[in-house]
């Protein structure tokens, strides 16, 4: 059966024409689909005939809300999503006062290992497709009632281990006949898979590219990330050189404050020193506890933003949201899995 959600408005016109239909059926279907149609019975402008050849030909399987956590904090929604073969993966909605920001996945669980990091427990299971990613904007949209704004692709998964899957999701989402969401208003974060980033600097997009950095250092930053041993931190911003030359785009850099393992002075140098003649913004983000992780929040992050900032690097700290209902990244899926297995 053909992924129909995953098609593009012409290879849905495409695809009308072949089934013997004029082709502006395709831009109606499109239209549905990026509605939130969960029925092909609801298209109730397209004949009966044509919604039984796409019946016969064609699916689409909108997720179903395993489980919603709201936070009495700042009203951050977490969405377990289960899906058509019975793998969830998490979306978080967060309110902020310039919009609303939806976090999406892009694979169900996750290689890279990462120490700090309940996503990458039990490693990766698949890929989503482009329609189940687009699913988690457009249903999270729906369920909430909120209007998405923004997009990070900095759920479960790594976004460039999915790459195609991901760039057609981008397609599909800033299409001006479905969400319309612009690409400066998308953020895509990776861990640093330096070949994919140099294709993606290619395509010159407008979206904002951050690098899960989280260490300066070759040595801490392989302890904690083991991704980090076949690349390395010198080859790695030699590759965000080169992004931001090739697309003007100023990378942003994800850095967990770890106790006691990147928080020190010297490693606040090191990162200047590398950031020297590229523009770059450096997000410092309070760690979320994970059970599973030996590792703990520094207590030293507002010392290591003002060391950075006293060397003409900009740092924020991250805003803290939904930290009563799990809403870090793999929380609520480890949970759910833990009660199947028992």
């Not at 997720?63 to 793998?87: C, F, M």
């Not at 697309?247 to 020190?264: C, F, K, L, P």
Request: charged share 25%; glycine share 8%.
């Amino acid at each position: 059966m053909t992924d129909l959600k995953s098609m593009t408005l012409e290879e849905m016109t495409i695809l009308a024409k072949e089934l013997g239909e004029p082709a502006f059926r395709g831009k109606q279907i499109f239209h549905w689909l990026h509605r939130g149609v969960t029925d092909f019975e609801d298209m109730s402008d397209l004949s009966k005939s044509f919604r039984e050849k796409l019946k016969n030909t064609c699916a689409f399987t909108p997720p179903q809300v395993e489980r919603k956590q709201i936070s009495a904090h700042d009203g951050t929604i977490k969405y377990l999503w289960r899906l058509s073969d019975g793998n969830c993966v998490e979306t978080v909605l967060m309110r902020y006062r310039h919009g609303n920001t939806v976090c999406i996945s892009s694979q169900v669980g996750c290689r890279m290992g990462c120490a700090f990091c309940a996503s990458t427990i039990g490693g990766k299971v698949r890929n989503l497709t482009p329609a189940e990613m687009l699913d988690q904007v457009l249903f999270t949209q729906l369920d909430s009632g909120a209007e998405i704004s923004n997009i990070v692709l900095m759920g479960i998964g790594e976004p460039l281990d999915n790459m195609d899957n991901v760039l057609r999701f981008l397609e599909l989402v800033n299409s001006p006949h479905g969400l319309n969401i612009g690409m400066r208003h998308i953020s895509l974060s990776t861990c640093g898979l330096v070949e994919q980033i140099d294709r993606l600097a290619q395509l010159k997009l407008q979206l904002t590219l951050s690098v899960s950095l989280h260490a300066p250092d070759d040595e801490t930053r392989s302890k904690i990330m083991p991704v980090n041993r076949s690349v390395g931190v010198e080859k790695l911003f030699d590759c965000c050189r080169r992004y931001f030359n090739t697309t003007g785009r100023r990378i942003s850099y994800e850095y967990a404050m770890i106790d006691n393992v990147n928080d020190h002075d010297w490693q606040a140098d090191l990162l200047v020193s590398h950031l020297k003649g590229t523009p770059g913004h450096v997000n410092l983000i309070p760690l979320n506890e994970v059970e599973e992780s030996p590792l703990r929040p520094s207590r030293r992050t507002r010392a290591f933003q003002e060391r950075l900032e006293r060397q003409g690097v900009t740092a924020t700290v991250r805003r803290k949201l939904g930290g009563d209902i799990d809403a870090s990244c793999g929380q609520l899926r480890r949970k759910r899995m833990e009660e199947e297995e028992l």
